[in-house]
């Protein structure tokens, strides 16, 4: 009897309170705090805190220099918000913990999942750690997709405030715009009721019927991402937002789109600190022929999940079949591009159990249990290696250059998209030599000039003699020798990590 009563309790799909939210949101809290404190951020965290602080308004974010990353500008909106309370680095993941508290909130209290499967979603690798504690704008995608779900009903349909998400969810990324095409889709197929009337022997007649404020919400979503889409590309093609390469959708291309797709739904990596990190950081391997029918089973199988729902199959196929696109002909991404396939089969799993109430929905149960089984060595390798091991250096160099009190020095640092990541952390502009420019930020242009070690010294140098005072120098790998009459003193290197190029000599240069 016991058992039975503990069965029903962690099987039970439908919340009436909000007991079991606040219990499980606690703990879920609680452990991202603590795999925040632990963890260092690296420069593509840094570099959106950095650019949303120094901007003079939310219009700057639009047409400034957000456009160079190639991200629509929600995300950096939203980062701009916090800096009128915060202005350390940690502002930003306390902006990343509280959205991924938000969406495990809607996730607990609404979600038509057994309460065992709700827990485990939200202590998996891409909910737990991937977009929960590394800090990218892909964690607004998540809790835009759960808000959507939440408002979801089939019968009391709330237009304007489901159009405001999927508005809002199409400015987080590329991914948001991409799930956005396809939830509208399916929002619009969702919303025309047809009706077959037949009177005595003439033929049956088919009438759709649909209500105005679909097409007033219609209009607002298409309206908001013709912006994003206006604004999301970069002015000019730069080694960080490579152009389009079309020819490259061909039929030979498919081991290598469902490589990608595998390691999306199974993000097994490697127990290895250099390997864990990076877009090859899994057992996957590219080349071998097992991802091709794994991927393959994996997309057939998750699409039939969502049966009878023909509308989210339809969906479903078409997103992923865009983003599998997109990563061939533009980018081909990691682990944070790919969970987005793993990502909206969760969406759909939950709009299909609203659609069909009285089904039992075991397969996309068990389908959703084996991978998230799967999936559990990769949250316990990436809590291990990110609280014992050290992601990027540029926190300790940071630490160490305010504990020596040097910050107020002038600052020389290189490549500067990698030393942006300690000036992030000290709050500091740099001299960079691929631009000439003394800011925090960066811009990925491609009017950059290649780095040089040579130049950065040379650089140095200069600011020494034009400033008659010493220099901070930080570097991430060889420098040449200083010129007669210059000094140079190592004083401090930060520990290997898990990203290889975020590993920091700090120096100081003063004339003899």
Known sequence: MILRRAYKMVARDRESGWTFTLLVGVAYVAFLIWMHMHHEMWRDEIHAWTLSRLVHGFWELVNGDRIYAGHPPLWYWYLRIWTWFVQSAWGIQAATATAATAAAVLLLRFAPFPRYLKVMLLFSYYFAHEYAVMSRNYILGWLLLCLFCAFYHPIRIRYFAMAIVLALMSLTSIYGLIMCIALLGFFILDQ???????TGSQPAEYTFITSPRLFMAVAMVTAVMMFCVLTIEPPDPNPFSPAFNLAALTPSAWPEMMFRVTAGFLPWRKFTMLDFWGGAATYWEPASIWPKYVGSALLLVATLALYPSWRLMLAYVGAAATMMAFQQARFDGAARHWGHFFMLFLAGCWIVRLQFPKRSHWFSTVLIFGLLVLQAKSLVTATYFDTKEVFSGG????????????????????????????????????????????????????????????????RAVTVLREKNSPVLLVCNQWLPDPPPGITRTLLFTSRPGMVADEIYSVYRLQAE
């Open 395 to 458: 926190r300790d160099a940071a630490a160490f250059i305010r504990r020596e009190g040097l910050q107020d020095l002038p600052f020389v640092a290189g490549p500067d998209y990698t030393a942006a990541t300690v000036a992030g952390y000290l709050r500091r502009p740099f001299y960079a030599v691929e631009t000439g420019e003394y800011d925090e930020n960066v811009v990925f242009h491609n009017r950059r000039h290649p780095f040089s070690p040579h130049e950065l010294m040379n």
């Open 192 to 198: 025309f009721r047809m009706t077959n009337t037949r």
